[in-house]
């Protein structure tokens, strides 16, 4: 059984989310965490993995939307998350590819974020772009907000701020951009990952991996970025099956 860790199933542009999960099942994608980015879709995320067997959800708010982050937010995100489908706060993080982005602004709302997770007694899920410096500056001085684990997703960066990542007990999400043919630098990477820390998304609608990547993404792609991985790794697609499998039941409580 494969978990897809990381997808937006209520995002508009996957058609017919049912016959979805149905052929993602058949496919042996049993699980699925689909993650929200603002209180609306919170909302909508519980809503979904309540209603649906396998689905879960992660909620919080997304850096490009800092600026929405108040108390207020943050008592509506903490009564979510009493909702035993709710596994993980996210997706939070740092983005500074954005255009008009307040840094000072993302950082605060980032710790805030983490010292609800913390609260919560829920792991977390990060989003980082452009700005993995600062995360890893921040993630060391809140380190003791970590206890419940937590794993940075779409995960393409350098094998050193991988190694900074695994230094804070946090896991490494792998996507479609794994599988791309000018991804040499990220399956080099991969490489220097231990397997006990690897976890498997699709962040589905984005990113199908090779050679499906015109397309929609949707979890039904899970075993292609895994045999993908067990390419790179020289292992069995098995073996990458049980070991992400196992990581993900293990941070998520699943
Ligand atoms: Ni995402």
């Not at 490494?172 to 991804?183: L, M, Q, R």
């Amino acid at each position: 059984m494969y978990i897809d860790t990381h997808c937006h199933l209520l995002d508009e542009k996957i058609n017919d989310i049912e016959n979805v999960l149905k052929r993602a099942r058949e496919l042996n994608v049993q699980k699925f965490i689909t993650c929200a980015t603002d209180l609306n879709s919170s909302i909508d995320a519980v809503k979904f993995a309540d209603s649906h067997d396998g689905v879960y959800a992660s909620i919080g708010l997304y850096p490009e939307y800092a600026q929405q982050y108040n108390d207020q937010f943050e008592s509506e995100i903490a009564k979510l998350a009493q909702n035993k489908k709710v596994v993980a706060i996210g997706e939070i993080g740092l983005d500074y590819s954005l255009l008009d982005c307040d840094r000072e602004k993302q950082k605060e709302v980032f710790a805030r974020q983490l010292n609800l997770a913390n609260d919560l007694k829920k792991p977390i899920v990060i989003h980082c772009r452009e700005a993995y410096g600062d995360l890893i500056t921040l993630l060391k001085s809140h380190r003791n907000l970590l206890k419940s684990g937590g794993t940075c997703h779409c995960f393409t960066a350098s094998k050193e701020i991988a190694s900074e990542i695994l230094k804070l007990d946090l896991h490494i999400s792998i996507g479609g951009v794994s599988t791309f043919k000018n991804a040499e630098n990220v399956r080099n990477m991969l490489k220097t990952l231990p397997l006990s820390r690897i976890l498997l998304e699709t962040d589905s609608p984005y990113l199908a991996p090779h050679p499906f990547r015109s397309q929609i993404n949707t979890p039904c792609f899970i075993p292609i970025i895994a045999h993908s991985l067990a390419d790179t790794l020289g292992v069995s697609p098995e073996e990458i099956e049980v070991a992400t499998t196992t990581n993900a039941r293990r941070l998520f409580n699943i």
